[in-house]
């Protein structure tokens, strides 16, 4: 073949890809998880519409006809049959058209993630392939995977006494080969799915949302390098784990090799046509802190949603944790079903009272005022100098006394236990937690107290994200400052005793800029650090360079000694009686690599140092 001949077949090539990328259509539906009835009639649904509207190929996302399941859900008979039954539904409405959709398949008694495919009604098996479906390999991109129990595609392979390559084949559609693969990422799949002749590249995923992680490109940047049209296929929809809830990011692509790309917005339903790539705009980068607000109240809407739920009670201190949940419900349920509670006590400032007041002004939502000294001071009254006395053994006894630590934390449970969880029943609705990552990893909150409610939005934000995302609202959301911006710079403080005077300046015991970064050294760092890597890194000067600390260490620490004696403080809390409030707190949105409740560790192991830090610590101060 000549140049010119050669050059002449890509460009006819390269239309041809383009039509059929035209007759696609790519389903980012919104999965209801466990509700396969539901999702089989959505998958039906848009599989009629693509038909009416002249499309060949309809792509739906992994998991399609369930959701993210656990491990235990997949051991469920029904659950498989009625998967099975609804995909038997799918099939027969296929007539006329091609459908590729991911699903959990049963595989010699146990249950598999794959993605099948069906053609004018009949099953179409990947080519070469020993079994009907295209399994999907273990990818650490999505952390549900561990966690569901499936077969991967290397055990599948082993069963079958067949190399993994053979398992990762094209579906061949009417003499279109399509290379489909499930998670994102894998760029050596789809390198091998385009040496076996795919001419168009599918990516079928359940990812969920995570702020602090870069997200692998499945799109313009591989369409590109493959020279073929990529089509990404995610969902919309939440993933409830039990103690972390999940929002699914979307996000799906059409992409062709020249860079021409078509996005899907995050977090909600949505339909891509291949052949509007002709107006396609190539997606930028979105502002980080405006797709983490969007994620927060898409979540917060879905779970009220799944949980039938209507209204929404908030305890609001005139601090910035309440203020932002607050606005977060202001948007996702309507000011109109959201009523905002100050609970004043003889240690509650006139300027966060006010605070509290003007948010619910701005926001045009309910609001009330409750004290509770009178309710505190009788507990007290009923509790210190109570005699206890040994039955039987009348002279052995004890009297009851709260010292100042437990008299803070009576208050925090009656604002919770008492006046929220009585308020939201007379409401009609659920009331809220507001603690925020950096109070959930050192136990700072009060059990039954500030850490209830129904559910976390905050619980996997650091404090100096929660004022990041405050300042966000009013800028990029709002326009106008709607939290006041008196609870941004107001001291944190849970006014809970005379040290904690905000009008004073006093305040939480905590350094938020440099302790949310040690903590996150602890939770989301890759790898994770332990006390000898911290202590490590103060001896060399590169502790902020390797926690993302950017102020002046020394000014806090300015001696080893120092440091250390902070250091295993939090070290103790975050190990110690903190992991038992995490255990008994209210599930969290998930917005990080690693989330309390799901992949960070839960279970209460005794507080240890290693060795290796007490040699450091030797080395560094003289002493172990």
Known sequence: ???????????????????????????????????????????????????VSGKRLVIFPELALTGVMEAAEWRRDSLMSDSEAALRLVAAASAGMAVVLGTAVRYRGRAVSAAVAFEDGRPVVPEGSPVPFVPKKVAEVNRFDRHCGFLCAGAVAGMEGAPLETLTAPFVFNGLRVGVWLGRGEPEAARLLVRRGARLLVNLDTVPYVRNADE?????????????????????????????????????????PDRQVKGAPRFEEAFLDGDALSAAVVTGRHDASVVAIQAIEAACRAQMDRLGLERVVAGASGGIDSALTAAIYSRAVG?????????????????????????????????????????????????????????????????????DAAVENVQARDRSGRVLAAVSSAFNGVFTCNANKSECTIGYGTMYGDIAGFFAALGDLWKTEVWELARAYNLKIFGKPMIPQGSIDIVPSAELSLEQNVEEGKGDPIIYAWHDRLFASWTEREPQAAPEDLLGWYAAGTLGQETGYGGDIMALFPDAARFCEDLEKMWRLYNGLARAKRLQAPPVLSLKNRTFGFDLGGAQLPVVFSPRYGAAKKTVIGRP
């Open 216 to 256: 692998p490109d499945v799109g313009a940047d591989m369409a590109a390098e493959f020279g073929v049209p990529v089509a990404r296929c995610g969902a919309a929809g939440v993933v409830d784990t039990g103690k972390a809830l999940f929002l699914l990011s979307g996000g799906s692509v059409l992409a062709l």
């Open 335 to 403: 000011s109109e079903r959201l009523l905002l509670v100050n609970m004043p006590s003889r240690h509650n400032s006139k300027v966060t009272v006010g605070l509290a007041r003007e948010l619910a002004v701005n926001l045009g939502c309910y609001y009330t005022e409750i004290a509770i000294e009178e309710s505190v001071r009788n507990t007290l009254a009923q509790i210190q100098g109570t005699v206890c006395r040994r039955q039987g053994a009348e002279s052995d006894s004890f009297t009851l006394e709260l010292n």
């Open 1 to 51: 073949m000549t140049r010119s001949a050669d050059a002449g077949e890509k460009r006819k090539d390269r239309g041809m890809l383009s039509a059929d990328c035209g007759l696609s259509r790519v389903c980012q539906l919104q999965l209801r998880q466990g509700d396969v009835e539901a999702n089989a009639a959505a998958v039906i649904r848009a599989i009629g519409a693509a038909r």
